[in-house]
């Protein structure tokens, strides 16, 4: 039998032991928790690894810092969670702070930004940025991320999001027309 397993923090691992069983349930997995490892196995109970992907995913976000309620989302196949990694973009601690604090923005600023005009859930835990949300949400909010990465101007992101918004309003009412002409 296949299976999938994960580490996560000491703090993280405890809020997982607590879920377990409830996830499990709703996942239609087995959860072996071996406590001496720090280890998490997930096993498919019908077979369908499909879902012990989802599951192993939940459990991620929730070692990213993500709540328990945000995490459990990523069981709707309309979700999923993408992680940043900022040591791919530099080794160096400092560069790595500093890229961190324009995304977060003064008080969290932009951030907040972010994840108001995309709909999204934004973690910045340790070295890592997270998204977490619906494809085209977390498509578009991770464009924005990046930008800021890669060293633009928050104005200038701050208007890609406003057009991108924009654009995607103008694809779901078009999308939405499509469908009531079909029904018809």
Do not use: C, W
């Amino acid at each position: 039998m296949s299976y999938l397993f994960v580490t996560v923090e000491d703090d993280k691992f405890r809020v997982i032991k607590e879920i377990a069983q409830k996830l499990s349930d709703m996942a239609d997995v087995n959860i072996q928790i071996d406590d001496k490892l720090k280890s998490i196995k997930v096993h498919p109970r019908s077979g369908n690894i499909y879902e012990a992907m989802k599951t192993l995913n939940v459990i991620k976000a929730i070692g990213l810092g993500f709540s328990v309620d945000d995490a459990f989302r990523l069981l709707s196949d309309d979700y999923r969670l993408e992680v940043i990694d900022m040591k791919d973009y530099s080794k160096e601690p400092q560069a790595i702070r500093r890229v961190l604090g324009r995304v977060i923005g003064e008080s969290g600023k932009t951030k907040k930004i972010i994840q108001e005009y995309t709909g999204v859930i934004i973690s910045v835990h340790e070295h890592y940025i997270s998204i977490l949300g619906t494809y085209d949400q977390v498509e578009v909010a991770k464009k924005a991320i990046m930008m800021l990465i890669e060293g633009r101007e928050h104005s200038t992101v701050y208007k890609y999001l406003d057009k991108a918004e924009s654009d995607l309003r103008f694809y779901r009412a078009e999308q939405l027309a499509k469908n009531r002409f079909k029904n018809q």
